[in-house]
């Protein structure tokens, strides 16, 4: 069985960034599409991020769109979240998703799911 590991996550303060990370356990998956996804307290959740099988393009929710970049590195076998400008509303337990199929921000659409890190933005 396929597994993501997320990291990065921690507890910083506004205007601060952090960089999240996912690897899965097969090289194979540098095929699959991958995106970010998060998910507040009591909230349902929600797309983040998409970067495709060759790096680009990448896709944004408008609320992330120019603080946070996701990116790719196939020889390393890792997904990157870098998020910038970080506020309150950006907490949550941020999850990586694996799909074969094309972009999307449906959270149905994905086969793979990582267990989650956590992101705190407290002021």
């Known amino acids: 069985q396929v597994q993501l590991v997320e990291s990065g996550g921690g507890l910083v303060q506004p205007g601060d960034s952090l960089r999240l990370s996912c690897a899965p356990s097969e090289s194979t998956f540098s095929t699959n599409l991958f995106s970010w996804f998060r998910q507040a307290p009591g909230k349902e959740r929600e797309f983040v991020a998409t970067?495709?099988?060759?790096?680009?393009?990448?896709y944004y929710a408008n609320s992330v769109r120019g603080r946070f970049t996701i990116s790719r590195n196939n020889a390393k076998n890792t997904v990157y979240l870098q998020m910038n400008s970080l506020k309150p509303e950006d907490t949550g337990t941020y999850y990586c998703?694996?799909?074969?199929?094309?972009?999307?921000?449906?959270?149905?659409?994905?086969?793979?799911w990582g267990q989650g890190t956590q992101v705190i933005v407290f002021s």
């Open positions: 970067v495709t099988w060759r790096g680009s393009p990448t």
């Open positions: 998703a694996s799909s074969l199929s094309g972009p999307t921000p449906v959270a149905s659409r994905y086969d793979y």
